[in-house]
C-alpha cells in the first residue's frame, strides 16, 4: 500500500447504540450507570454528549470504544457488533496518555505498528502528515516531558488520526488545558473533523464547548445515566465559543440542565 492510498479518507462509521443498559457492581452497591440508551449517529456526524459528571458519559464511550461491554442491549459500528477495542474507533482520553520514553515522532508512530503494508520509512512519512494536520511540524523530534498540555493533546491527537480510523471517540480532551489553548483546539478541531472527513463523539461537561462543537448535542441526566433531550446545532462553521449565537443555544441548555439538577437535589 502506498502513502497516498493510506492517506486517502476511509468512508466515516455510523453508529447505533440498542437499549443498552450498563450496570456496575462495586463491593457494597449496584451502580446502574446507564439505563436504556437509544442513540443514532451518522456518517461523519460529530455528536456531543454532555451531562454532569457521573451521568454516564465515559461508560457509553467506554462500550463504543469495545473497552467495556453493556449488561443489556447492543452497539454496532457499521452494522457490526462491537465486541472488542478496534482500530476504525480510536479513543481520545483528558489525560494525554503518552509514551513518555517515545519522542512525539514516535507516539505517533506507536499506533502504526499495526499497519504490516507500510515500510517503516512510509510510516514515519504518514505520522509525518497527522503531526503537520495538528500543528507540531516543528516538534517532531521533542520529548513528551518537553511539551505544553496543548501540545500533547495534538500529539494525543494525531497519535489517535494516525491509525486513520473511521470514528474518533474523545472524552473530555480539552478539560485539563487553558481556556486560551482550548479555544485554538476548537477551530483546529472542527477543520481536521471536516478535512479528514471523521464521525465523532466527544464526551463533555461544558454546554457551550458541546454547543461549539456539536452538529448534534445530546443531554444525559444522572442517576442512573439517560438520555434527557438532544438539541441539533444549526449554525454555520467554523464556530467560535465567544459566537453570540452560540451562548444563547449553550444558555437554553444550561436552564434545561439546571431544572434537572434542582429536582434531583
Ligand atoms: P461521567 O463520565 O458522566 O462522569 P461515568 O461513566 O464515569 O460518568 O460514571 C457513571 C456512574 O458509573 C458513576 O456513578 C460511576 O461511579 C459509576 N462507575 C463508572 N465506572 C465504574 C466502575 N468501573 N465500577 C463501578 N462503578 C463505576
Ligand atoms: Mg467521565
Known amino acids: 500500500m502506498s502513502v497516498a492510498e493510506e492517506l486517502a479518507n476511509p468512508p466515516p462509521a455510523k453508529l447505533h ?5 450498563k450496570v456496575y457492581h462495586g463491593s457494597s452497591q449496584t451502580v446502574t450507570a446507564l439505563e436504556n440508551i437509544n442513540l443514532q ?25 469495545g473497552l467495556e461491554k453493556p449488561t443489556e442491549g447492543s452497539i454496532h459500528a457499521d452494522g457490526q457488533e462491537v465486541t472488542g477495542p478496534g482500530r476504525q474507533r480510536m479513543v481520545m482520553f483528558q489525560e494525554h496518555a503518552l509514551f513518555p520514553w517515545l ?33 507540531l511540524e516543528k516538534f517532531v523530534n521533542a520529548n513528551v516531558h518537553e511539551l505544553s498540555g496543548g501540545m500533547k493533546q495534538r500529539v494525543a491527537l494525531a497519535r489517535a488520526l ?19 489553548t482550548r479555544e485554538q483546539l476548537y477551530s483546529d478541531l472542527q477543520n481536521i473533523q471536516q478535512k479528514r ?35 441539533r446545532v444549526n449554525l454555520p462553521r467554523e464556530r467560535d465559543i465567544n459566537d453570540v449565537a452560540v451562548a444563547q443555544l449553550a444558555s437554553a441548555i444550561t436552564v434545561e440542565l439546571k431544572k434537572h439538577t434542582t429536582k434531583q437535589a
Open 103 to 135: 519522542n512525539v515522532l514516535g507516539n505517533v508512530m506507536f499506533g502504526l505498528k499495526l499497519k504490516p503494508n507500510l515500510t517503516d520509512p512510509e510510516r514515519q512519512e504518514v505520522a509525518r502528515y497527522y503531526l503537520r494536520l495538528v500543528g
Open 41 to 65: 449517529v451518522k456518517e461523519g456526524e460529530f455528536v456531543c454528549l454532555l451531562g454532569a459528571s457521573g451521568c454516564g458519559k465515559s461508560t457509553l464511550l467506554n462500550l463504543i470504544a
Open 17 to 21: 447504540v440498542q437499549n443498552v443498559t
Open 162 to 180: 494516525a491509525p486513520n480510523p473511521r470514528m474518533l471517540l474523545m472524552d473530555e480532551p480539552f478539560a485539563a488545558l487553558d481556556g486560551m
Open 197 to 231: 472527513e471523521k464521525t465523532v463523539v466527544f464526551v463533555t461537561h461544558n454546554v457551550r464547548e458541546a454547543v461549539c462543537l456539536g452538529d448534534r448535542v445530546v443531554l444525559f441526566t444522572p442517576r442512573p445515566g439517560r438520555i434527557h433531550a438532544e438539541y
